[in-house]
């Protein structure tokens, strides 16, 4: 098939008793390892979003595989932008409306598509954050900032709401445990589910990172999601060494928040 198509021919491939489909995305990603690369495209997935990463390394990445210097999918970049405090994430940090303006300004210019909020951002600043970002044809994506409700984010100009816990709430009643499965017809879903619909918000759940931190960790990943197996002996490690301990399993069976570590 190489040979005809560098004569100018066209290039056959016999897919007899095979799949063909379009490429995958991963909605969801952070690149954190080079050697991600290759297994994506085993696996067909031939775009990502990496929703959170350091600017230097991503970027890197990024151009290498646009070039074809490095070997992986095409990447969509959302640049994370937190506050200072207890929880921040990265070194890109914003306590004034002015500091949001310019990190967004610096990711425009970098070419990323999107924003990424994080925890520890306070509410004048994401304002900020998100006109500076629709100004630019930016989408910005994210957590809720702690000391926000999920309204009020959305409100403040937030396109996209990363994990499920932060939607939850909005779900049930206040004096209802939320992390029990919401009654999708009581008064409280209705009135969240009319503002998200209002609002054109895109959920992302995430549910995937409960399964993986969550399960009992006496059961290998492995028998939940085989497919962890087909991954390199070397990067394994990296999604089998999960699980909670004997004493946590029933608390984490309907836990609704990721490790403060998750992205």
Do not use: C
Request: charged share 15%.
């Amino acid at each position: 098939a190489i040979a005809a198509a560098k004569a100018g021919g066209p290039a056959r491939i016999d897919v007899t008793g095979k799949y063909v489909v379009p490429g995958l995305w991963d909605m969801h990603a952070h690149y954190e390892q080079v050697e991600w690369g290759p297994i994506y495209l085993a696996a067909g997935v031939t775009t990502v979003r990496d929703v959170g990463n350091e600017r230097a390394f991503v970027v890197g990445v990024r151009d290498a595989n646009a070039s074809g210097r490095g070997v992986g999918p095409r990447m969509l970049l959302a640049g994370v932008i937190d506050g200072t405090g207890p929880y921040a994430l990265g070194i890109e940090q914003a306590d004034t409306p002015a500091r949001g303006v310019e990190l967004v300004d610096r990711y425009h210019d970098a070419g990323f598509q999107q924003i990424k909020i994080y925890s520890s951002l306070k509410l004048p600043v994401l304002q900020a954050i998100t006109a500076e970002a629709h100004r630019l044809g930016m989408t910005v994506t994210g957590h809720i900032p702690e000391g926000i409700t999920t309204e009020q984010g959305i409100e403040a100009g937030m396109d996209q709401v990363n994990h499920i816990q932060y939607i939850l709430p909005m779900m049930m009643p206040h004096s209802v445990d939320t992390s029990r499965t919401p009654d999708f017809q009581n008064p409280e879903a209705q009135q969240a589910i009319a503002f998200l619909k209002a609002h054109h918000t895109v959920l992302d759940p995430t549910l995937d990172i409960f399964e993986w931190s969550m399960h009992p960790a006496r059961v290998p990943f492995s028998e939940i999601e085989p497919g962890v197996l087909h991954v390199p002996p070397s990067l394994q490690p990296l999604l089998m060494n999960t699980g909670v301990s004997a004493a946590r399993e029933g608390s984490a069976r309907n836990a609704t928040s990721p490790r403060p570590s998750a992205q």
